[in-house]
């Protein structure tokens, strides 16, 4: 899952970018709502997480535009991160168009509760996807296959999770980076390739990710 992280205390941003990627998330991270804007007219973001109080404008209305500017490509949830605890503020943030309204300072586990919980009504699944023998419980952050459980890294996990979420579908490795890794990942880099090797070898067999050549990559049943 690819999150928009926009905030602009410097700080904050990494030790927040730093803990959602140690949950297997890909975050991409603004500073300003000029720097968001660019990241929009390129990238669908699974999570925005957004701030508002922001040095080159206010983030609800960049919130407001988010519905409204073809160019802005709107993430498909939305969460305000924001100081601004008045029932007004949280009133005019939900109206706005936010899914939820988050109030500084939070616990991160609870900031990491609520991303599960928006990316699981963003993907209109529960917690647990199953796929043939195969078993993700994103809650846990536990894969199995069969009887047995699968010990992935936070990149395998998130790469594992993005196939489950398109099963039958030929997925380009422009597709992966763009959803797995984050806006600093290199486009010519070997990692897809890399990380896609271990996780074949960590499920077993038979295999279930199949190459199609010159395309890309498939999850598909096993025979």
Not at 56 to 73: F, H, I, K, N, Q
Not at 129 to 151: K, N, T, Y
């Amino acid at each position: 899952m690819r999150i928009l992280l926009v905030e602009d205390d410097a700080d904050l941003a990494d030790v927040v970018a730093l803990g959602l990627r140690n949950e297997s998330y890909a975050v991409d991270h603004a500073g300003t709502a000029a720097a968001a804007e660019e990241l929009l007219t390129t990238t669908v973001y699974d999570v925005a997480c957004l701030d508002l109080g922001l040095p080159d404008g206010d983030g609800l209305e960049l919130l407001r535009r988010l519905g409204a500017d073809p160019v802005l490509r709107r993430p498909r949830r939305t969460l305000v991160l924001t100081a601004r605890d008045a029932v007004a503020d949280r009133v005019a943030g939900l109206d706005g168009g936010a899914d939820d309204y988050l109030v500084k300072p939070f616990h991160f586990a609870e900031l990491v509760a609520r991303v599960r919980a928006l990316g699981r009504r963003s993907d209109e699944t529960g917690a647990t996807l199953r796929f043939g023998d195969l078993g993700l419980d994103l809650a846990a952050h536990r894969a199995w296959r069969g009887d047995a459980d699968l010990r992935l890294t936070a990149r395998e996990f998130s790469l594992l999770r993005y196939f489950m979420h398109h099963p039958g579908e030929v997925l380009s490795a422009e597709q992966l980076l763009e959803h797995v890794w984050d806006v600093n990942a290199d486009p010519f880099t070997t990692s897809v390739r890399v990380i896609l090797s271990r996780l074949r070898r960590k499920l077993g067999d038979p295999p279930i990710i199949d190459t199609v050549t010159g395309v890309g990559y498939v999850l598909r049943a096993a025979p």
